[in-house]
């Protein structure tokens, strides 16, 4: 078998060998990034909690229910997808048990041994006082981690909102780099799960020709919270958990791409 040499290896072939960037734009802006003296990369964190009860049913989707049974009513229920049916109709077709089962939910201990079961309020104490630092608030909605404290590429080096960052230093990817911005900030990793090795999104942000540092590229990554309700959380003089649209007002500037890059239907 022939091989050939690297010297007449093809100019297509030289091209691959290259170093590639983390971008394949060709817009000025992400140019400027990659041939900045500089060329710095920052893996960002969106921490993500989960909603914890089931959000209810927005007006809209109900009455589209309603008109959608109106309007398959006459089909054969054989026909129907449950699904399909708004949950007042569904009652009336649900499995009727006899009074002598249904009547053992009554028979409850008497004495030390009754307990009357109360479902926890949705509303806690945290949305009457809107205190964002709590994790028991919005439990119908997702809530992400902001941190209040010094950002890479910060103008003046002036406290800003952000979210757990860290510069690309020699660790082996970049997801590691995002691991270890948000171990420096949880303390560790116990009750996190990353989502996925690659990045969800990225930006270039741009300075002004006085700042002493070069444009740079940042990569978010998305981290979930695990079994927990509370993180001691560390290195920023301030941190909130705030919502999709709470987020936003934080960002006025960026509002247009975080609206993008945070999707997810309640």
Request: net charge positive.
């Amino acid at each position: 078998m022939l091989l050939r040499s690297p010297a007449r290896s093809s100019p297509h072939l030289r091209s691959l060998l290259r170093a590639r960037g983390f971008s394949s734009s060709a817009s000025p802006s992400a140019a400027t990034a990659a041939e900045g003296d500089d060329g710095k990369i920052v893996a960002s964190v969106l921490f993500e909690r989960l909603p914890v009860v089931i959000p209810k049913i927005h007006p809209v989707v109900y009455a589209f229910q309603e008109f959608s049974y109106s309007q398959i009513h006459p089909c054969p229920l054989s026909v129907l997808r449950v699904e399909w049916l708004p949950f007042r109709w569904r009652q009336q077709y649900r499995r009727k048990y006899p009074d002598d089962v249904l009547g053992k939910a009554d028979a409850r201990g008497k004495g030390d041994y009754q307990i009357d079961y109360v479902p926890a309020p949705r509303i806690t104490d945290a949305d009457k006082t809107n205190d964002r630092k709590s994790l028991q608030r919005a439990l119908d909605n997702r809530l992400y981690l902001l941190l209040y404290g010094k950002a890479y590429g910060a103008p003046d080096d002036k406290p800003v909102w952000h979210f757990p960052e860290k510069v690309y230093d020699n660790e082996d990817t970049l997801r590691l780099c995002a691991e270890s911005a948000l171990k420096s900030v949880l303390g560790g990793l116990n009750n996190t799960y990353f989502v996925g090795n690659a990045p969800m999104a990225h930006m270039v942000v741009d300075q002004k020709e006085d700042s002493s540092i070069s444009s740079f590229k940042r990569f978010f990554f998305k981290s979930q919270v695990v079994g927990a309700t509370k993180y001691d959380i560390g290195k920023c003089q301030d941190h909130v958990w705030v919502t999709k649209d709470e987020l936003l007002e934080y960002f006025p500037e960026h509002k247009a791409f975080f609206n993008k890059m945070i999707i997810h239907i309640r």
